[in-house]
């Protein structure tokens, strides 16, 4: 799985990023914040000793699952492999130790890979997700992308490859230092298919109605030349009015609040909770009771949903269907949503010079990753320093 997931990140075309990707990335920039070094702790030789001992096998495991990594990359990706240079520094924070393993810096372009393992619990899974929160700190704009690429629960490690691109007016000197940082993570990641028909209250009515506030996000197929009008037509969008919200529980951190026809469309609206620590989110699918789909028609839509923020970083979703069954008694409507335990903050940091991992020679990564995301992963993420 890890290497059809890699093999994806390197061949498959990226498609267009997010309408609601700009309001995205104010979600989710990294806390660029400098903080003291930290204090090291010198430990006697019979606590060494000891400790070596008891660490040994968990090091050789990890040492053969991070060469299990490197190999996967050099029969995939044999360029960017021959460009990474070894950086193995780790530290450790929240009792979770992180290792970045190896890195690269070609042109403007970087590549590192890691591990991060959990020393103490169970909050390292196969669902770990960094969060956007992974950056090379260069002093440069850019974006960058993030996938897991394999975990080991023996050793409760997973590895991860943070791909990123900066706006350098100008190289940086090989003497300069660079950090690599990660602030959070999120695990415990679950998806789940719900049927939502029987939450359906009787009879679905002409709704009352407010302007959308503020929108964080939109979604929608406009045409090319239409983009523009649609997002002005979902910033004035109106939506079924929060203070008549059902309060009906789907799953935990998922609440349907209503559903209604405002403007001869049907609006479906949904709740997910503290989205800033938990990227809880889903979508809808719609049919009648004969099989009929409407999800052509959702697509073809200049406008398929609007979100906003509400209190406690809860997001308010509503998801909007121009085409509907006449009769709405016959409707069958399924949702599928993503949750997660609430973020791990934490302050992973590594620092070296920029001469450890600045490509020798001609190695492009160009016709690899540029204009790509990695699959299964999260859409590239611009931020600024």
């Known amino acids: 799985m890890p290497e059809q997931k890699l093999k994806n990140f390197l061949h498959q075309n990226m498609s267009e990023p997010p309408k609601d990707f700009d309001e995205r990335v104010h979600l989710h920039l990294s806390r660029l ?5 930290p204090k090291v702790k010198r430990a006697s030789g019979f606590v060494i000793a000891f400790a070596l001992i008891l660490t040994l096998g968990m090091a050789t495991a990890l ?12 029969r995939i990706w044999p360029q960017a492999a021959q460009a990474l240079k070894p950086v193995n520094l780790s530290c450790e924070s929240q009792g979770i130790r992180m290792e970045v393993v190896s890195a690269t810096l070609n042109g403007s372009e970087t590549l590192v890979t890691l591990t991060m393992q959990d020393l103490e619990g169970d909050r390292v899974d ?19 992308t993030c996938m897991q690429t394999g975990y080991d629960p023996e050793t409760k490690t997973a590895s991860f490859a943070v791909y990123m691109e900066f706006d350098m007016d100008e190289r940086p000197a090989e003497s300069d230092k660079v950090s690599f940082r990660v602030s959070r993570f999120i695990s415990n990641k679950k998806t789940q298919t719900v049927d939502l028909t029987t939450l359906i209250p009787d009879g679905i009515n002409a709704a009352e109605s407010m302007p959308v506030p503020t929108i964080r996000g939109w979604s929608g197929s406009p045409a090319s030349d239409r983009h523009d009008a649609a997002k002005e037509k979902a910033r004035r969008m109106m939506v079924l009015n929060t203070n008549n919200s059902l309060e009906i ?8 609040t209503g559903i209604g026809i405002v403007d001869g469309s049907l609006h479906i609206q949904i709740r997910y909770a503290d989205i800033l620590h938990t990227d809880n989110h889903g979508f809808l699918t719609l049919s009648d009771k004969s099989g009929n789909s409407y999800e052509e028609g959702l697509r073809k839509q200049e406008v398929g949903s609007v979100s906003w923020f509400g209190e406690n970083h809860d997001s308010w979703e509503e998801y909007i269907f121009d085409e509907y069954p006449e009769d709405l008694t016959q409707i069958v409507l399924q949702g599928e949503f993503t949750t997660a335990d609430p973020a791990v903050e934490g302050d992973w940091y590594v620092t070296f010079p920029l001469s450890l991992i600045k490509a020798q020679g001609k190695y ?3 016709g690899t990753t540029q204009g790509r995301y990695l699959t299964g992963g999260v859409p590239p993420v611009r931020f600024s320093m």
């Open 33 to 37: 914040v400098t903080k003291e070094e």
């Open 63 to 74: 040492a053969a699952f991070n060469e299990d990594v490197n190999q996967l990359l050099y």
């Open 126 to 144: 196969e669902t770990m997700d960094l969060f956007d929160s992974a950056i090379l700190q260069l002093p440069y704009d850019g974006s960058g």
């Open 249 to 256: 529980p789907v799953i935990d951190g998922v609440t349907l």
């Open 364 to 366: 492009s990564l160009q």
